[in-house]
């Protein structure tokens, strides 16, 4: 099955600071998506980007399908951008996604 | 629109011990998912249900059960629940697969 590696496992800055967060799956897909767990668990959709690029106020996605990578910028930090962030993705035709590790981050003030 | 809800947010069971996670979904979404998330890790898919009717296996469904009740529910069972099944339960929901999941805010099962 597809394999998805994000990077870094952990990642503490100011606020202020920008931030970029990398996921690398092993297959090609066409569904992909990040997710937001904020402090308390809730997870909260940010981008669904199999392919391109997005734009969401502060936070930004990139999908380069063809070199199997996907990037989250997050410009301008705020201490609620804390928790922990998740890459998924589903192969052609596929219900499942598959979740990688996530990459925590901490914004302290 | 509530979106995802989940019933209970928290439960405590002794082992062997059953019962059953409560998942609705107001968004008239096809598809409905059951995932598990353990302490420093991403969430595995247990069970699946592609749309009403259909349920299938995910990559850790081993001591769980599903029923797809009608369009809006989606339940899961532990008939005989074990240590190892203490976790976080989220429930999700997509308009169809692989489109945007949305998520309910989780249970937490403590298993003595």
């Known amino acids: 099955g597809i394999q998805v590696e994000q990077s870094p496992p952990d990642l503490i800055l100011q606020e202020g600071a920008n931030s970029t967060l990398r996921c690398n799956f092993s297959?090609?897909?066409?569904?992909l998506q990040w997710f937001h767990q904020n402090p308390w668990g809730q997870l909260i959709n940010l981008f669904y980007i199999p392919s391109g690029t997005k734009q969401n106020g502060r936070l930004s996605a990139t999908t380069v399908a063809t070199e199997r990578y996907s990037l989250l910028y997050i410009s301008s930090s705020q201490t609620t951008d804390s928790g922990v962030y998740f890459c998924a993705v589903g192969g052609r035709g596929a219900q499942k996604l598959v979740f990688g590790q996530g990459t925590r981050l901490t914004i302290n003030p | 629109n509530a979106g995802v809800t989940q019933t209970p947010k928290f439960q405590v069971l002794k082992t062997g011990q059953s019962m059953t996670l409560q998942c609705a979904q107001d968004?008239?979404?096809?598809?409905m998912y059951w995932y598990r998330q353990d302490p420093g890790m991403g969430l595995r898919l247990i069970y699946y249900?592609?749309?009403?009717?259909?349920?299938d296996k995910g990559e850790v469904p081993n001591g769980y059960n599903v029923s797809r009740l009608n369009k809006r529910e989606f339940s899961l069972r532990l008939e005989s629940a074990a240590p190892s099944q203490t976790s976080v339960y989220f429930c999700?929901?997509?308009?169809?697969?692989?489109?945007?999941?949305?998520f309910g805010p989780g249970t937490r099962l403590l298993v003595l």
């Open positions: 249900s592609a749309s009403e009717g259909t349920t």
């Open positions: 297959d090609s897909v066409n569904n």
């Open positions: 999700a929901s997509s308009r169809g697969g692989g489109e945007t999941q949305y």
């Open positions: 968004m008239n979404h096809n598809s």
